[in-house]
């Protein structure tokens, strides 16, 4: 059964740092699209950052020059190093796998999904 394993998660002030881990079962991790995505109370989910097949990564707008994507091909994981975190970043975290050939942030994109790992940031 294919399955995604986020761990990583916590709480932290504002300006701290977190490194969140998606660990993959069943499958190589370069041979599709995956994302992190988040969901903070009461708001809809949300793409945070992805990674295509190449390498190629891709940031929202709120994320981009704090958060870092990469990939570790050996341990087969997807990381998320998060950087001057805010409150605002405040949600649960999901890793999740694509099913299209071409790679977007867009939640219809992506058919597997991790539990999620809570990400608490205070002022």
């Known amino acids: 059964q294919v399955q995604l394993v986020e761990s990583g998660g916590g709480s932290v002030e504002a300006g701290g740092s977190l490194k969140l881990s998606c660990a993959a079962s069943e499958y190589r991790i370069n041979r599709y699209c995956l994302a992190w995505f988040r969901q903070a109370p009461g708001k809809d989910r949300e793409g945070v950052a992805l990674?295509?097949?190449?390498?190629?990564?891709y940031y929202a707008d709120s994320v981009k020059g704090r958060f870092t994507i990469s990939r570790d091909s050996a341990k087969n994981t997807l990381k998320l190093q998060m950087d001057n975190l805010k409150p605002e970043d405040t949600a649960v975290y999901y890793c999740?796998?694509?099913?299209?050939?071409?790679?977007?942030?867009?939640?219809?994109?992506?058919?597997?999904w991790g539990q999620g790992t809570q990400v608490t940031v205070s002022s």
């Open positions: 999740a796998r694509g099913n299209k050939a071409l790679c977007r942030l867009y939640q219809a994109d992506y058919d597997t």
């Open positions: 990674m295509g097949r190449s390498g190629y990564s």
